[in-house]
């Protein structure tokens, strides 16, 4: 197996370096050493139960108030101890840690700030579905680059719009790494002949029109009306206002979704709902929806709260949770629209005067 005529992560990164001739390679590194977690997590997560003798006691319930699945704890483990030492960060955060994470003084730091959800898709682990790990780049402020005070949560709460780069691995039948470094968006795939990252697809484009959406419907009573109404129309199908049927996944591995929508299009939605007042959503602002975002909007697909753009929110806290629509261009925009609409022309069609009633000729 050669690699000729095939370009590596690392060469990729090497050719967008020479975009910045004042750069430091420091992002590459950090990339890098990410990346290496994920081949290492990739190796782990396919052995499946054969790997239980390697992961560690779970069970403790993180500040999200889920217990912790074993592979939980490994992969945040794994994603800690291969990017503290590199001289590349000046702190982490990830779903599995409460806190920021500090680098140990006897390590350099770095200009940068990284934010993760070291495994996504927690509830597949055990059932052979694919999951994957999601990664948010940042830029430290100046008073903590490099030997300055050590972290704080506020360092963290900065815009999606303010990430540097960010990307996800996915661990299903092929291990792939999906990053922006806000330049479009590249795909690579693990070659496990060679042990690398091989570029596979670049400047990917989601396409703006779809007939896929993504939803868990098990929480559909709990739905604002502009979701209801827009779910009900793509039921609804060619028999509705739309004119065109549409299909429906749920994987519920948000990356695995993400990655489907990047390679073929599609709407996926976890709004807002009324399920729990208390959290306005089920995904993570800062390590979920930010980087997933990021690589929409870089690959020409939008990311909203269903209201907004998610890049502008400006975070409020490091788990904070929020409602989350991404994907195809003009389904995000009808739903936004749906959003913006007063709400008597948002609420669902009573079935009474629907398109097949007693009332419609
Ligand atoms: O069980 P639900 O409500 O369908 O939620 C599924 C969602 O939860 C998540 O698993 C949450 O992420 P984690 O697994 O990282 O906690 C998403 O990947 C997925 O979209
Ligand atoms: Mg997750
Ligand atoms: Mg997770």
Same mark, same amino acid.
């Given at each position: 197996?050669?690699?000729?005529?095939?370009?590596?992560?690392?060469?990729?990164?090497?050719?967008?370096?020479?975009?910045?001739?004042?750069?430091?390679?420091?992002?590459?590194?950090?990339?890098?050493?990410?990346?290496?977690?994920?081949?290492?997590?990739?190796?782990?997560?396919?052995?499946?139960?054969?790997?239980?003798?390697?992961?560690?006691?779970?069970?403790?319930?993180?500040?999200?108030?889920?217990?912790?699945?074993?592979?939980?704890?490994?992969?945040?483990?794994?994603?800690?101890?291969?990017?503290?030492?590199?001289?590349?960060?000046?702190?982490?955060?990830?779903?599995?840690?409460?806190?920021?994470?500090?680098?140990?003084?006897?390590?350099?730091?770095?200009?940068?700030?990284?934010?993760?959800?070291?495994?996504?898709?927690?509830?597949?682990?055990?059932?052979?579905?694919?999951?994957?790990?999601?990664?948010?780049?940042?830029?430290?402020? #100046?008073?903590?680059? !490099?030997?300055? $005070?050590?972290?704080? +949560? %506020?360092?963290? /709460?900065?815009?999606?719009?303010? &990430?540097?780069?960010?990307?996800?691995?996915?661990?299903?039948?092929?291990?792939?790494?999906?990053?922006?470094?806000?330049?479009?968006?590249?795909?690579?795939?693990?070659?496990?002949?060679?042990?690398?990252?091989?570029?596979?697809?670049?400047?990917?484009?989601?396409?703006?029109?779809?007939?896929?959406?993504?939803?868990?419907?098990?929480?559909?009573?709990?739905?604002?009306?502009?979701?209801?109404?827009?779910?009900?129309?793509?039921?609804?199908?060619?028999?509705?206002?739309?004119?065109?049927?549409?299909?429906?996944?749920?994987?519920?591995?948000?990356?695995?979704?993400?990655?489907?929508?990047?390679?073929?299009?599609?709407?996926?939605?976890?709004?807002?709902?009324?399920?729990? #007042?208390?959290?306005? !959503?089920?995904? $993570?602002?800062?390590? +979920? %929806?930010?980087? /997933?975002?990021?690589?929409?909007? &870089?690959?020409?697909?939008?990311?909203?709260?269903?209201?907004?753009?998610?890049?502008?929110?400006?975070?409020?806290?490091?788990?904070?949770?929020?409602?989350?629509?991404?994907?195809?261009?003009?389904?995000?925009?009808?739903?936004?629209?749906?959003?913006?609409?007063?709400?008597?022309?948002?609420?669902?069609?009573?079935?009474?005067?629907?398109?097949?009633?007693?009332?419609?000729?």
């Amino acid at each position: 197996m050669t690699l000729q005529g095939r370009i590596t992560l690392t060469r990729y990164l090497i050719e967008e370096r020479r975009r910045f001739p004042k750069a430091s390679g420091e992002l590459n590194g950090l990339i890098l050493d990410i990346s290496l977690a994920c081949k290492a997590l990739a190796r782990i997560v396919s052995r499946g139960p054969l790997a239980a003798a390697m992961l560690p006691q779970a069970g403790a319930v993180n500040i999200q108030g889920e217990v912790q699945k074993p592979l939980d704890v490994l992969s945040n483990d794994i994603f800690v101890r291969m990017n503290e030492w590199s001289g590349h960060l000046a702190g982490m955060a990830s779903e599995e840690m409460d806190a920021p994470c500090q680098i140990p003084p006897s390590f350099p730091r770095g200009k940068y700030l990284l934010v993760f959800d070291p495994l996504d898709g927690s509830s597949n682990i055990d059932v052979n579905v694919a999951v994957g790990s999601i990664f948010s780049i940042l830029r430290a402020p #100046p008073e903590v680059a !490099g030997s300055g $005070r050590d972290v704080e +949560e %506020a360092d963290f /709460l900065q815009p999606g719009a303010a &990430q540097v780069a960010a990307g996800y691995a996915i661990y299903g039948p092929t291990t792939q790494f999906v990053l922006t470094v806000g330049n479009g968006v590249a795909v690579f795939t693990l070659d496990h002949d060679l042990g690398e990252f091989v570029l596979t697809a670049s400047n990917v484009q989601v396409p703006e029109d779809t007939h896929e959406f993504a939803i868990n419907t098990s929480n559909a009573r709990f739905w604002e009306p502009p979701v209801k109404r827009y779910v009900d129309e793509c039921l609804a199908g060619k028999t509705g206002g739309r004119g065109k049927d549409f299909n429906m996944r749920w994987i519920a591995s948000v990356v695995a979704e993400a990655h489907r929508i990047l390679m073929r299009g599609g709407v996926f939605l976890y709004p807002r709902d009324t399920k729990d #007042p208390a959290r306005p !959503g089920r995904l $993570r602002l800062l390590y +979920e %929806a930010n980087p /997933l975002g990021f690589v929409m909007e &870089q690959a020409g697909g939008r990311a909203s709260t269903g209201r907004q753009p998610v890049l502008g929110v400006r975070p409020a806290e490091l788990h904070q949770r929020i409602g989350l629509v991404f994907g195809s261009k003009n389904e995000v925009e009808r739903i936004e629209r749906y959003h913006h609409e007063p709400a008597a022309s948002t609420a669902a069609p009573a079935p009474l005067f629907a398109t097949r009633s007693l009332f419609r000729d």
